[in-house]
């Protein structure tokens, strides 16, 4: 059985769909009802579910996880996350994004060029992300270095530019990481914050 725990941490509300071992589900918000409404949304549908008051040593470490890389810390654990409902391409995606490491932002189209696919279809998936921060759709950008949107549109894109503004390392140069159908191509998230008049 899924449990879903909600948590406040210093004003952001912070939530995960677990059992034990794995993540179904992730996701935070300004408020409680977002939260649980998010999480709802995202858990398998033929899944049972209980909404636990006590939160397990496992999730308690998730949200912990969460909480450093929403205050631009990053993350060094790594969860195992429930895929198997997600479609072939959603996987895709979301292995490529998972490699986008602190202070660098991957471009729609670079992680296509990855993943295949098209810059519009990573997009996609990235709007419906199931576990926004533990997988860092924040790091993804348009071609151009301006935000695009965050959690499925354009209402969210100031928290998405405050985690970014918050993973600035000070890096110059663009990296090439290794993935299974090639390479990705990252650029220091800088070049987001100077194309956002913030450098």
């Given at each position: 059985?899924?449990s879903l725990?909600?948590e406040?941490?210093?004003?952001v509300w912070?939530?995960?769909?677990?059992?034990?071992k794995?993540?179904f589900?992730t996701t935070?918000?300004s408020?409680?009802?977002r939260v649980l409404?998010?999480l709802?949304?995202?858990?398998?549908?033929?899944?049972s579910?209980?909404?636990?008051?006590?939160?397990s040593?496992?999730?308690?470490r998730?949200?912990?996880?969460?909480k450093?890389?929403y205050d631009?810390?990053?993350g060094?654990?790594?969860?195992s996350?429930v895929?198997e409902?997600?479609s072939?391409y959603?996987?895709?995606v979301?292995?490529?994004?998972?490699?986008i490491?602190?202070g660098?932002v991957a471009?729609?189209?670079?992680?296509?060029r990855?993943?295949g696919?098209g810059p519009?279809?990573v997009?996609?998936?990235?709007a419906?992300n199931?576990?926004?921060?533990v997988v860092?759709?924040?790091?993804v950008?348009c071609?151009?270095?301006?935000l695009?949107?965050y959690?499925g549109g354009?209402?969210?894109?100031?928290?998405?530019l405050g985690?970014?503004?918050r993973?600035?390392r000070g890096?110059?140069?663009?990296?090439?990481?290794?993935?299974a159908?090639?390479?990705?191509?990252?650029?220091p998230?800088?070049?987001v914050l100077?194309?956002v008049?913030?450098?």
């Amino acid at each position: 059985m899924i449990s879903l725990y909600i948590e406040n941490v210093e004003g952001v509300w912070f939530g995960i769909a677990c059992d034990e071992k794995k993540i179904f589900a992730t996701t935070f918000a300004s408020d409680e009802k977002r939260v649980l409404q998010s999480l709802l949304k995202s858990i398998p549908f033929n899944v049972s579910f209980q909404h636990s008051e006590i939160t397990s040593v496992f999730a308690r470490r998730v949200i912990g996880l969460m909480k450093n890389i929403y205050d631009g810390k990053g993350g060094s654990d790594s969860f195992s996350l429930v895929t198997e409902y997600l479609s072939d391409y959603a996987r895709r995606v979301i292995e490529v994004v998972s490699l986008i490491p602190v202070g660098y932002v991957a471009s729609y189209g670079s992680v296509a060029r990855a993943a295949g696919g098209g810059p519009r279809a990573v997009g996609r998936v990235m709007a419906s992300n199931p576990f926004p921060l533990v997988v860092p759709c924040h790091r993804v950008v348009c071609s151009d270095f301006t935000l695009g949107g965050y959690g499925g549109g354009y209402d969210n894109v100031p928290v998405k530019l405050g985690i970014l503004r918050r993973e600035s390392r000070g890096y110059t140069s663009e990296r090439e990481i290794s993935v299974a159908n090639g390479k990705l191509l990252v650029f220091p998230v800088e070049r987001v914050l100077k194309r956002v008049g913030e450098e």
